[in-house]
């Protein structure tokens, strides 16, 4: 993965992002006093081709009310981060708390309203696991992405895959 521009980051986002040196990811702090961490980390268990799962992170847990500021601090690196690669994006969220539902529909709502995007697809499903979980799953990635047509299919052919009761 290419590096990002922190300063191209600060300039785009609502609060103060920072580097943290230990692992690489972006983090911030809320006016109520989240702490948010953004981070990627090389994903090789869905696609062949290089990608990246995007992890978003509250990190001292406390409770986050609707803050537009922290969708566009969020959007800021994710937008760096492609204006860096032209790479896979993967989210899947979080299923520990049984929010995961709430929390794709929050980032779908954050997606729909970043101005540039219809320079990108985007694709959302859902896949139910052995213990009945649901787990949502998007992929995002830049239209000019050689491998487009080729990344949505093995997506797609991978989520069928998963969702097949085993026999």
Avoid at 86 to 96: Q, R, V
Wanted: aromatic share 12%; hydrophobic share 35%.
């Amino acid at each position: 993965m290419n590096p990002l521009a922190l300063e191209v980051i600060n300039e785009n986002a609502a609060y103060h992002v920072e580097l943290n040196e230990k692992d690489g990811f972006y983090q911030f702090f809320t006016d109520s006093g989240v702490h948010y961490s953004v981070g990627f980390i090389d994903d090789d268990a869905l696609l062949s081709k290089e990608s990246y799962q995007l992890i978003i992170a509250n990190l001292n847990n406390r409770k986050s009310m609707r803050d537009k500021k922290v969708r566009d601090t969020i959007v800021a690196v994710i937008d760096e981060f492609f204006n860096c690669n032209n790479s896979t994006l993967l989210y899947i969220c979080e299923t520990s708390d049984n929010k995961q539902s709430m929390r794709s529909r929050l980032f779908e709502y954050w997606f729909s309203t970043y101005n540039r995007k219809s320079q990108f697809t985007t694709l959302s499903s859902s896949i139910v696991d052995r213990d009945g979980i649901i787990n949502y799953a998007t992929i995002i990635l830049r239209n000019d992405n050689p491998d487009l047509s080729e990344i949505v299919t093995e997506f797609s052919e991978s989520i069928q895959a998963l969702n097949q009761k085993p026999e």
